[in-house]
């Protein structure tokens, strides 16, 4: 216990890892903003530190704690959940077979879509909750990389893990992990066999919805983290020194605001289940869900707290209902103390494999009560 190795992530995150100001003895810690660093005379760099496109201390800490949650060897911010996805795909090179998700965060399918097959990526989108579907497609030799996404947006399809591992490495192909939903609190990949788990830390890591980040964490810091770190290095999306600082000050509550919105989100999706205005609850924590078992087993203290409900009265309706809440914002993004609603097929385009009929719920930690009570407001108003 004396030396913290034993400590619970809660009491780790809480304290972010126990860091004091050697100087000051500052229990929070200071803000840099040098982007250049002083070299020794002899034209080093002994401080480790040289120039600010990835030399930043403000950055270390929050990336230390990431690290430490997901049980990882090291992790990197990004100046955004896209460009630390981006720089994965990028990093491999064109003709590389890749399998990606087909229902999964649109903006990284779109992107793919556009950017990942026009630089060459040979991508195939699959129901990769479907191990044979999986098992089927990998081709030994020739796939790097299986991507997936889970609890997956914003349908809420699970995807076991373990088995996509055994199937992925079993071809020589790499897997990387989209968990955004789940955070390190609820799931953590790399123990279930994955490579590498990205964040979009935009969400649940900073729950305030007040800056945009990106991260990813290895198993080993081997030849395709070198290529990622230059990928970072090179191509500069770096995330400034702020939006580190309130990162780091935003991760000291997340196991109290992802344990607070999983409750909310499970008495919700109870609450609407059999409701006369819901034609279906898609929620992994329900037992009628089709991944709630393997939820189960790959997701302790929780579901998450991200939801959706397919409305009976198709499109209209659930326009409608989003269109009256009150206390639920209207508005996109997920992961925020404040719970937010959105009708995704009207964000997503006429090619999406959203249903019109749904809307996507991010709950936040309000009262339970109070944001059924706005529903069930919009619902019958
Ligand atoms: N992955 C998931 C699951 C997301 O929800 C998002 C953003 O909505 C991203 C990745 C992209 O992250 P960012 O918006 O931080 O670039």
């Excluded at 020589?172 to 788990?197: E, F, I, K, Q």
């Excluded at 009628?288 to 991200?306: L, S």
């Excluded at 939801?307 to 209207?330: I, M, N, P, T």
């Amino acid at each position: 216990m004396a030396n913290g190795n034993d400590w619970k992530p809660e009491t780790k995150t809480a304290q972010a890892l126990g860091w004091i100001d050697e100087r000051t003895r500052a229990v929070s810690p200071p803000l840099h903003l040098s982007s250049t660093y002083i070299r020794d005379p002899d034209n080093q760099y002994r401080s480790g530190y040289g120039y600010g496109r990835d030399d930043n201390p403000t950055f270390e800490q929050a990336e230390a704690l990431l690290c430490e949650l997901e049980g990882g060897a090291e992790a990197m911010l990004f100046a955004s959940g896209m460009a630390a996805a981006t720089a994965v795909f990028r990093a491999l090179k064109p003709g590389d077979h890749v399998i990606a998700q087909e229902v999964m965060y649109w903006g990284l399918r779109h992107w793919l879509l556009e950017q990942g097959i026009g630089w060459g990526l040979d991508i195939e989108f699959l129901p990769t909750w479907d191990m044979d579907a999986l098992a089927a497609a990998v081709r030994p030799g020739e796939t790097k990389l299986v991507w997936i996404e889970t609890p997956a947006n914003p349908m809420w399809h699970i995807v076991d893990i373990e088995r996509a591992a055994e199937i992925a490495h079993g071809a020589g192909a790499r897997l990387a992990v989209d968990g955004t939903t789940a955070t390190p609190v609820l799931s953590r990949p790399l123990d279930l066999g994955a490579d590498l788990v990205m964040h979009s830390a935009t969400k649940y890591l900073n729950g305030h919805s007040d800056i945009v980040a990106g991260a990813l964490i290895t198993r080993a810091a081997d030849e395709v983290w070198a290529a990622l770190r230059a990928q970072r290095h090179d191509g500069g999306a770096i995330l400034g020194s702020f939006e580190a600082w309130l990162l780091l000050r935003g991760m000291r509550t997340l196991h109290l605001r992802v344990g607070a919105a999983s409750a909310n989100a499970l008495t919700i999706a109870r609450h609407f289940q059999g409701h006369p205005a819901i034609s279906e609850v898609l929620y992994p924590g329900l037992q009628e869900h089709p991944g709630h078992e393997i939820a189960r087993r790959q997701m302790q203290g929780g579901f998450g707290g991200m939801l959706s409900l397919r409305f009976a009265g198709g499109e209209a309706a659930a326009v409608q209902a989003a269109a009256r809440v009150k206390l639920w914002k209207r508005a996109t993004s997920l992961g925020g103390v404040e719970s937010l609603i959105e009708h995704r097929a009207s964000i997503e385009g006429p090619d999406t494999p959203v249903p019109g009929d749904l809307l996507r719920l991010s709950t936040g930690i309000e009262d339970a009560e109070d944001l059924i009570a706005d529903l069930e407001a919009a619902m019958e108003a």
